[in-house]
């Protein structure tokens, strides 16, 4: 794998996120959705007295016209061919892309010896997650990239002020790490996690990891799912007073670390060779002490391989990958075990 061979892929995966939004921006204009028999295309707008044609969405229902307040007819009709064909068009386009996607992230030993054994990661959002999170360019520190990515919960002292973001804080003074969470090195009081304020972050990327990339891993219903659950769980237990979705959130949060942390140590492991214990106390960094004796903690790179196998191809090249590793499986299984992914 080389430079070029990296930025091709930026730019594969810039053209197709391109093209989804031309197609989904025609697709809203002449009705086109997925059918059980292929694609069907209905357009439907309104259409009141003043001549105020406006869309209408799948299901949607309109009685007013929602520039005059007029009463509107509801019109359907079929797009003209010419549209037809040119959405059918941009559909061959991210195909053919995504063929190309597929082939070159092959190139990319992130995707070969770990994210192509995930559910819910396939080459698209794998090619995603290399571009936008690429190890070497964070110099392997997860938190760096978490930063970046405004993953990272900013702790602060209620009494003084003083904060902790990232591995960085107010002072240059680390937090004092405890049984009870984080302890502000100027007084001792416990800090409390908050949203990060006042700092700079990519939101295109934060959107992709706690939305697109999560939602895929939900509806794979693979191991991350079910991490997913188990932290959610987990969560809800210790802060019975927090609404659902800060729950939830916290919890997606949580299992996209995890998947990022694990990813940076793979990644560190075959591009520099770096043992793959030693390679977290580098992607971890400062926290590396206090995160490694945490119960949530485990060197083994997390696949489906463990619960459930894509194919026989797919679980003799794991296995070896994991010998290589020095993982040992049962180890694994028990930590599932203790997280109630598996009985």
């Not at 794998?126 to 900013?154: C, D, E, H, S, T």
Request: aromatic content about 10%; some cysteine; glycine content about 6%.
């Amino acid at each position: 794998m080389s430079e070029r061979d990296l930025m091709n892929l930026k730019d594969l995966v810039a053209l197709r996120e391109d093209l989804i939004k031309l197609r989904i921006a025609l697709g809203n204009r002449i009705g086109a959705r997925r059918g059980e028999n292929g694609w069907v295309f209905i357009k439907r707008y309104s259409v009141c007295k003043n001549n105020h044609m406006i869309l209408l969405k799948e299901d949607e229902k309109r009685e007013k016209c929602p520039i005059c307040g007029e009463p509107v007819k509801i019109i359907e009709e079929t797009p003209s061919e010419e549209l037809i064909q040119r959405y059918m068009d941009l559909v061959k386009q991210q195909e053919m892309v995504e063929d190309l996607i597929a082939n070159e992230v092959t190139k990319f030993p992130e995707f070969t010896n770990f994210l192509a054994f995930i559910k819910g990661i396939g080459p698209a959002n794998a090619a995603r997650l290399i571009v936008y999170a690429f190890p070497p360019k964070f110099q392997y520190n997860v938190n760096k990239f978490r930063k970046y990515a405004g993953l990272a919960v900013m702790f602060t002292c209620p009494k003084c002020g003083y904060y902790w973001y990232a591995g960085e804080s107010s002072n240059g003074k680390p937090a004092v790490p405890s049984k009870e969470g984080w302890l502000c090195p100027n007084d001792g009081t416990k800090l409390i996690g908050t949203a990060a304020r006042n700092v700079k972050f990519n939101r295109t990327v934060k959107t992709f990891l706690l939305g697109i990339l999560a939602n895929n891993l939900i509806l794979a219903g693979g191991v991350y799912a079910k991490i997913m659950k188990s932290f959610e769980e987990d969560v809800a237990t210790k802060h019975p007073d927090w609404p659902k979705l800060r729950i939830r959130r916290t919890a997606i949060r949580k299992a996209i670390s995890l998947l990022l942390s694990q990813y940076f140590a793979m990644s560190l492991h075959y591009r520099e060779g770096v043992p793959l214990p030693e390679a977290y106390k580098i992607v971890l960094g400062k926290e590396y002490e206090v995160l490694s004796k945490h119960e949530d903690f485990i060197i083994a790179p997390i696949t489906d391989y463990y619960t459930d196998t894509k194919s026989v191809k797919y679980k003799s090249k794991f296995e070896k990958i994991i010998n290589e590793l020095g993982i040992n499986r049962d180890e694994v299984i028990e930590w599932f075990k203790k997280k109630k992914i598996v009985k």
